[in-house]
């Protein structure tokens, strides 16, 4: 089923380039996306499937089941959406959502550092021209500042990933393997210096993916010049699969005694992103810029949990699911306020609630959502987080959090507000809200609204299943 679960994307990749069908073409989308989500629903509910090169454990089931939902509500979104733009049509678009899907599949099942890279390295190629879809200056000019800086990164974890083999073979009679289970359980053989090297190598790497400061510089260009639909599966699912990479560095480190480097490591990166965010979010004048920040800003609460440890690991478990569901929902309403108004700046975008009803409305639910307010989602992960940060005694990181947090609600509000308050705009585009573009951003926020205020215990289980992975000392 696993296997099953990487290649049925690239069938359909296949099957819509054969297609001559603009509409069916389309309608492919959602038909893998719902496939897909299905089999992964089967698969987090079923064992534990593990081998040497691909298998699921508990951290990446809970990746899968997260990037899994994004793309099928996304997926159906971009029928609405590639309607509405037959001039640019969707022989290219198609295939490489496809591609990027069984890319971002294999990336979260890799048991081999190896076989984990070359997946990475595959989302950053296909993910390329979704992000030069609308073919201008300033969308090719984001496609090549992603590329170069991906690129970059992702050869630094390349060299992280040697520095690990040579680890293993100057340690103590540890196999040179890059199979990750038998690094974990050779772990403690390992050469220190050669681990800590690779470690932070792969930090670096993965984390320019995932957009961690000061690493982030292609996210405002990316996202910004991106469709909201990609800009929604690059913010919620491919920073989740970065993120899952990173996790499989801590995990080999705690598993060598070394976790409180590399939590160190998380919790400075961390709080250094959210400074950096909530800097550049005060009177930012672009809608998409500014997501693009708070996705800066939210991978920072990710890894200032796993760097705090203990139940603030659970919480950002948890907030790795309402950050995705919430940026799907932020996107895909912005992408619709852009296309109404064609533009995303605020000196253009006023009254948006009054204008598209629906859309704007989302967006301002999604905004309220993102910063944290009660009773969403995000509300219930960031509070875990901060009691997980003061119950270690962490004060003076507590209130530092608290304290960036009310500056990213202060300065995303400043932008926000007054862009979907005011009277109505009179348009020149007969854009409009239709039910394709609206149910999914609306189903994601239903979503986090939902887990702000019930918690199924299944979902507990898969979150504290994840958070002990990274909790295993040797």
Same mark, same amino acid.
């Given at each position: 089923?696993?296997?099953?679960?990487?290649?049925? @994307?690239?069938?359909?990749?296949?099957?819509?380039?054969?297609?001559?069908?603009?509409?069916?073409?389309?309608?492919?989308? @959602? #038909?893998? !996306?719902?496939? /897909?989500?299905?089999?992964? =629903?089967?698969?987090?509910? =079923?064992?534990?499937?593990?081998? @040497?090169? #691909? !298998?699921?454990?508990?951290?990446?089931?809970?990746?899968?089941?997260?990037?899994?939902?994004?793309?099928?509500?996304?997926?159906? %979104?971009?029928?609405?959406?590639?309607?509405?733009?037959?001039? +640019?049509?969707?022989?290219?678009?198609?295939?490489?959502?496809?591609?990027?899907?069984?890319?971002?599949?294999?990336? #979260?099942?890799? +048991? /081999?550092? =190896?076989?984990?890279?070359?997946?990475?390295?595959?989302?950053?190629?296909?993910?390329?021209?979704?992000?030069? %879809?609308?073919?201008?200056?300033?969308?090719?000019?984001?496609?090549?500042?992603?590329?170069?800086?991906?690129?970059? =990164?992702?050869?630094?974890?390349?060299?992280?990933?040697?520095? #690990?083999?040579?680890?293993?073979?100057?340690?103590?009679?540890?196999?040179?393997?890059?199979?990750?289970?038998?690094?974990?359980?050779?772990?403690?053989?390992?050469?220190?210096?050669?681990? /800590?090297?690779?470690?932070?190598?792969?930090?670096?790497?993965?984390?320019?993916?995932?957009g961690l400061a000061p690493l982030h510089s292609w996210k405002p260009d990316a996202y910004g010049e991106a469709p909201g639909l990609v800009g929604a599966l690059l913010a919620g699912g491919l920073t989740s699969v970065a993120f899952l990479a990173i996790l499989r560095a801590v995990q080999l480190m705690t598993a060598a005694g070394d976790g409180a480097m590399a939590r160190q490591a998380l919790l400075g990166m961390g709080l250094l992103s959210m400074a950096l965010a909530a800097i550049f979010m005060v009177r930012q004048p672009d809608l998409k810029r500014l997501l693009a920040y708070s996705s800066v800003e939210h991978m920072g609460i990710l890894a200032i949990g796993v760097g705090i440890g203990g139940l603030a690991t659970f919480g950002a478990m948890l907030h790795l699911i309402n950050n995705a569901l919430t940026k799907g929902c932020l996107f895909l309403s912005v992408g619709n306020i852009h296309r109404a108004y064609a533009s995303k700046r605020l000196s253009e975008v006023h009254g948006a609630i009054a204008t598209l009803p629906i859309s704007g409305s989302l967006f301002l639910a999604g905004f309220l959502a993102i910063t944290g307010s009660p009773p969403f989602g995000l509300f219930m992960s960031e509070f875990t987080i901060l009691r997980g940060i003061f119950g270690t005694g962490q004060v003076w990181v507590g209130l530092l959090m608290l304290l960036l947090l009310a500056a990213v609600f202060i300065g995303m509000g400043g932008t926000a507000l007054p862009a979907t308050q005011g009277a109505p705009v009179k348009l020149e585009s007969v854009f409009k809200d239709s039910f394709l573009l609206v149910i999914s951003p609306l189903g994601f926020l239903l979503v986090v609204l939902c887990l702000g205020v019930y918690l199924p215990e299944s979902l507990q289980q898969t979150l504290r299943a994840a958070a002990a992975l990274l909790e295993v000392k040797p």
């Open positions: 089923m696993l296997l099953t679960i990487i290649l049925f @994307p690239l069938l359909g990749a296949a099957l819509s380039l054969l297609l001559p069908w603009y509409q069916v073409r389309s309608w492919i989308l @959602p #038909i893998c !996306g719902g496939f /897909h989500l299905l089999l992964a =629903g089967l698969i987090v509910n =079923g064992a534990l499937e593990t081998g @040497p090169w #691909i !298998g699921l454990d508990a951290l990446a089931k809970l990746v899968l089941l997260v990037t899994s939902l994004l793309f099928f509500g996304c997926s159906i %979104y971009a029928v609405g959406y590639l309607s509405l733009c037959r001039d +640019r049509g969707n022989k290219v678009i198609v295939p490489c959502l496809l591609v990027f899907l069984s890319a971002m599949t294999l990336a #979260i099942s890799s +048991r /081999h550092l =190896g076989l984990l890279w070359m997946a990475v390295e595959a989302t950053t190629i296909t993910s390329a021209p979704l992000i030069y %879809y609308n073919r201008n200056r300033l969308s090719l000019e984001a496609t090549w500042k992603y590329l170069l800086l991906c690129s970059v =990164g992702i050869g630094l974890a390349m060299l992280g990933m040697l520095f #690990i083999a040579y680890a293993a073979l100057v340690g103590e009679g540890t196999p040179i393997s890059l199979q990750f289970d038998s690094l974990l359980v050779g772990a403690t053989s390992l050469s220190r210096p050669w681990l /800590h090297a690779g470690f932070i190598f792969l930090l670096v790497g993965f984390g320019t993916k995932m």
